[in-house]
């Protein structure tokens, strides 16, 4: 039965305590969560009208809600013989998964490109997209449908992650001063809805055209190169 849940439980438990302002659930994710009660119940069972509740393994469960929603009701129940008890039910507020960070490389899109080394920004290969540490959710996973990037007038685009040779071509032969913009990437989120980010960096070029980017041997990237 989608929505319910149901495992032995052998842990003791004198209480429970719930913080309203953290029962948040993510759409389109399989929420990790852990339940404990009392040592009582042969087995308890978690469910949802609006929701679909996996296990995980013994007294951790994932729950992910159904389309549509907004918010959700978990309910835990006792079974103890042939006697069912309600033991207690939580609200849940459904939000949209927080906004991933895109990387070029190792370089997050949210710097300021015209303080990378330029050799080091011509070495990157391809895009990412992931959460940083501000952000407490595992195994989410993204996927790059789409980059654009503009090299002066000249657009270049490619339908998956990785930098196009004719985009490393023409960033080699453009004169310094030219204007990089790179403009957005589509992403495919867990929930399977495509979406346009902005990354919205302009970098000018530094050095002459046609120079040969050696692969830096320090590895800095944040340090400005010599302009040709």
Known sequence: MQGVLSFSQNNAIKGLISNPDTRILYRGYDNPLEIYTCEVCDSVYVSSADAE????NKGQFYVRPKAGKRNLT?????ILGSDTTSLWSERYIIKALPKPKIYLG????NKDFNHVKETNLFHQNRFSVRYDESVHLTGVKFRILEWSINIGKTT???TDAK???DFKAAFKKAKK???VYFDNVTIIAPDGIARKVKMDQTYIKKVKRNTDYEPDPDGNRWRNPVSG
């Open 106 to 109: 190792g370089i997050a899109m």
């Open 177 to 179: 001063g030219t204007r």
């Open 163 to 165: 930098l196009t040779d």
């Open 74 to 78: 978990l309910s835990i129940k006792c």
């Open 156 to 158: 270049f685009t490619n």
């Open 53 to 56: 509740v996996t296990m995980r």
